[in-house]
């Protein structure tokens, strides 16, 4: 079992999948810019079931510290320099990255273009001392948010060091109904991305919450 954290954790993205690592076991630390407002996400996530779950909250710093494997979950707009801020603390560790780049334009979805190609790629090369790996961009968090529910879609895994993308295949496959496809790597990733605004696109049109699964694997 892994020491599991979430910067920017107080999201639905982080709630989310906070729930889930600590629902199959692992230690959670949800992370904020402020300690308090981390503090009562994971009080939030441990109501959500009558499990007795291991999460705390931290700040990020902290809780990139603390943590083995750090997934970033804070919206594109501070990507870049919550990255920068914590690129010592998160050294030598695997690095999740799930954020998708977009802005909403006359009501619908559109992707951010971003100079390194996609925000796992921007990630990948602001972290050179990290094992960064794209996953989890197309699960949605409303779903994962249901710890009773399984999560019936598959979860497509970029990146360059295949030891750390094993791990986090392994990891994905611990939550309920995932199942997880290796999608080579980083630089594949902002297929990937994009693929979640063509689902926000649609959950608009069908007003649910669509995820992917790949057929003829
Ligand atoms: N929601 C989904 O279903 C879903 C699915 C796939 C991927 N994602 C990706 O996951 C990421 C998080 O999604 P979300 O819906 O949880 O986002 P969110 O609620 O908008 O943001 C998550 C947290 O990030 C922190 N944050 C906000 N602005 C920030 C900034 N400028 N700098 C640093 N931290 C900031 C906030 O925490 P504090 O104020 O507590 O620091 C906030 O609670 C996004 O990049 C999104 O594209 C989301």
Request: charged share 20%.
């Amino acid at each position: 079992m892994s020491i599991i954290g979430f910067i920017g954790g107080t999201g639905p993205e982080g709630k989310g999948l906070g729930l889930r690592m600590a629902m199959a076991g692992h230690e959670v630390i949800i992370g904020s810019r402020d300690s308090l407002r981390a503090t009562n996400a994971a009080n939030d996530i441990k109501e959500l079931t009558n499990t007795k779950l291991i999460i705390k909250g931290a700040d990020n710093k902290q809780t990139a510290t603390e943590s083995e494997i750090v997934f970033i979950t804070v919206p594109y707009e501070g990507h870049q320099n919550t990255l920068i801020d914590l690129k010592s603390e998160l050294s030598g560790k695997i690095v999740v990255d799930t954020v998708v780049p977009l802005k909403v334009s006359k009501g619908n979805f559109e992707s951010i273009e971003v100079p390194s190609g996609s925000a796992a790629e921007e990630a990948f090369i602001n972290l050179p001392n990290s094992h960064v790996i794209g996953a989890f961009h197309n699960v949605s968090a409303v779903e994962l948010l249901k710890p009773t529910t399984s999560v019936d879609c598959d979860v497509i895994i970029t990146g360059n060091n295949s030891e750390s993308k094993n791990i986090i295949m392994q990891l994905a496959e611990g939550i309920n109904g995932i199942r997880a496809v290796d999608g080579g790597r980083i630089e594949n990733t902002k297929q990937i991305e994009d693929l979640t605004i063509l689902l926000l696109n649609i959950n608009k049109i069908y007003k649910k919450h669509s995820m992917i699964k790949i057929v003829g694997l």
